[in-house]
């Protein structure tokens, strides 16, 4: 019986396990843009909603048929009382204290949207479209910038253009219920968008935001007599002004869960990388052979 060589035995490893490591995921133009964007969009929605307060209805076609909006946020005197109606439709609401009639200096007054959402908080038309009308050209050139400079650096390819392996059915089901569960991408998967950040980046991105530029210059008649095809296009100046009410309403549902996704899904991790750029990804390391 020969003696095996203490060289030759394989000293025992340890299984491998996970490390943080820093990875770059965005860059300068679209860290600078989001957060421009975050501020612009704050002011256009409060300042939105008090242009939306002095006439709180809306509908369809270009003239606006007092007698038939589709969403209506009025206010009814009863009992020596205002009360909220919402009509959507043709359903009516009680919506007091909320809309259509909500507490102005701690008595129920009528007010489309309450004061504490609207900026400024008084009813004040003239303040509220300076506001609007300023951000909406910081918003406007900044989202021009970020196409632009997407476009250059390959950002919107390269992020925003779900692949065709993404794309198949099976996979979108997957990520869907993957999502519902609170599992989300770990190691090399986290370094690019899933396909429904990039179906919901873009929609946003590429269309939502567009159209509210557009919707917002259609219901400018000076801008409609410099482009005329506007109101063909959204069917009408008071078509476009619903239009854009359900955009603004739909970016905040894609903010809403967005916050909430950044939240379970890491915060401060989400929150430096839209900072520094830098985001923190899991990869498998092996210890050196144990003694």
């Known amino acids: ?19 943080k490591v ?13 957060w421009v964007n975050v501020i612009a969009l ?18 369809w076609g270009n003239a606006s048929t007092f007698a038939d909006p589709w969403l209506a946020l009025g206010a009814k005197f009863h009992h020596g009382q205002w009360s909220g109606q919402t009509q959507i439709g043709p359903f009516h609401l009680d919506t007091t204290g909320l809309f259509g009639a909500s507490r102005v200096h ?7 949207f309450p004061p504490w959402i609207t900026l400024p908080s008084e009813q004040f038309l003239a303040l509220g479209r300076r506001y609007h009308f300023f951000f909406a050209w910081i918003f406007a050139i900044n989202g021009a910038v970020y196409l632009l400079s997407g476009l250059i650096s390959g950002h919107l390819r390269r ?3 779900p692949t065709r392996d ?10 869907i219920v993957e999502h519902a569960r609170l599992r989300f991408p ?33 219901m400018s008649p000076a801008l409609d007599g410099a482009f005329p095809w506007l109101l063909t296009l959204f069917g009408g100046r008071q078509s476009a002004r619903s239009i854009h009410f359900i955009c603004a309403n739909l970016i905040v549902l894609f903010v809403i869960v967005h916050l909430v996704m950044v939240v379970v899904s890491g915060l401060w991790n ?3 990388s839209m900072i520094t750029g830098r985001y923190a990804i899991e990869v498998e390391t092996s210890k050196e052979p144990a003694a």
């Open 42 to 59: 704050t002011f256009l929605l409060l300042s939105g909603l008090q242009i939306f307060n002095a006439h709180p209805a809306l509908y």
């Open 1 to 19: 019986m020969t003696d095996t060589p203490i060289d030759s035995l394989s000293a025992p490893t340890a299984p491998a396990r996970p490390r």
């Open 186 to 218: 770990k190691g090399e998967e986290a370094r690019r968008y899933n396909v429904l950040q990039k179906g919901a980046y873009a929609g946003v991105a590429l269309v939502l935001l567009p159209l509210m530029v557009l919707t917002g210059m259609t």
């Open 270 to 272: 989400n929150i430096r």
């Open 106 to 112: 701690g008595v129920l007054a009528p007010r489309g």
């Open 166 to 175: 993404q794309l198949k059915p099976g996979h979108v089901w997957h990520e």
């Open 22 to 34: 820093l990875v770059r995921r965005h860059g300068l133009a679209v860290r600078l843009t989001h």
């Open 159 to 161: 992020d925003l253009v």
